[in-house]
């Protein structure tokens, strides 16, 4: 399992997000806030990637498969884990 800290400001709340990479290729997620790109990882098969990020930030997730390129856009508040 991978885990990207994402430094935000402190008064600003940042929120824990997990994601699964449920295929087996790999994917290429980065963490984005207003045109803003704050980190980017790998993801290998089947692993997680829990990333501590602001509230407002969405996880773009690039899959490239054998034929084609996919990118999804998911918010990091739809993401977010309990502690």
Do not use: K
Request: glycine share 2%.
């Amino acid at each position: 399992m991978s885990t990207l800290t994402i430094i935000t400001d402190p008064v600003e709340p940042a929120i824990l997000c997990g994601y699964r990479n449920q295929t087996p290729d790999l994917q290429i997620a980065r963490v984005r806030r207003n045109d803003h790109i704050y980190s980017e990882r790998v993801i290998f098969p089947y692993d997680w990637l829990l990333v501590e990020a602001p509230a407002d930030a969405y996880l773009e997730v690039d899959e490239h498969g054998p034929s084609s390129c996919l990118r999804t856009t998911i918010a990091c508040s739809a993401l977010q884990v309990s502690c």
